[in-house]
């Protein structure tokens, strides 16, 4: 159990600690930010003169916003789904499995992509809610009341979860192609393939598009990241059986 520990420690440092992870966080806050930067603008003086704004309808508008949906698969990927291919590519996955144990190094290659994927919209959306907390507190002199969040858990959940299934995503992909940029590339094109395919060919099937996932009101998204984690510990053993 110290081994593997030691070795999640070490594959979360790489993920969360690097500039792929500050440029995904970033972008993700500029991506939600998108979708109520003309609300934002002028919420200072609006605070001034009117009524409390609706606070989890106007984030649950940023979640919803095209820009930050599409930009999902691809931002959530960046900083943790290529990382395993790279070990491997690079010859360092051999010394790492002698000094921890295979099993702990599978392990943690795992919940590492998909902890990255998740972290990227925990920051990204703690940002964009500081930022909103900033702008009251700037006009009123105090910040958001917990209370006026309420009813935004599911959208915020749902994103969260759909990280994760992206960057493990990326990463089976990167596993399965031997191309790093699949990491980031792969989960983006999947993401457009299966919407296209939900639009066109099954417009009443609405959990064929996954962009239908980050609204909350379906389990689906915690049964695919379950699909994911399991294929990708799979071959995630795989490849290392290979390279090692």
Known sequence: ?????????????????????????????????????????????????????????MLDQALQGSFAQLSLPAL??????????????????????????WQPYRAGKVLAALAGGMAVQIVGIGLLMGLMHAIRLTALGASIPWAAWQGIEPPVLARIVCGSIWSGAGSLLALLTGTASAATVGPLCLCYGLMMVGTRFFPDTAWVNPLSWLGGASALPWAVLGVIALLLWVVQGRKVRQHV
């Open 76 to 101: 959530s990927a960046l900083p943790a789904a290529g990382l395993a291919l790279l070990e491997l590519q690079a010859g360092a996955a051999r010394s790492a499995i002698f000094r921890v144990g």
């Open 1 to 57: 159990m110290r081994a593997f520990f030691r070795a999640l420690r070490v594959d979360l440092a790489k993920a969360l600690w690097g500039r792929w992870f500050v440029i995904a966080v970033l972008a993700t806050l500029f991506s939600l930010w998108l979708g109520i930067s003309q609300q934002l603008r002028g919420m200072g003086d609006y605070l001034m003169y009117n009524d409390e704004p609706h606070w989890a309808g």
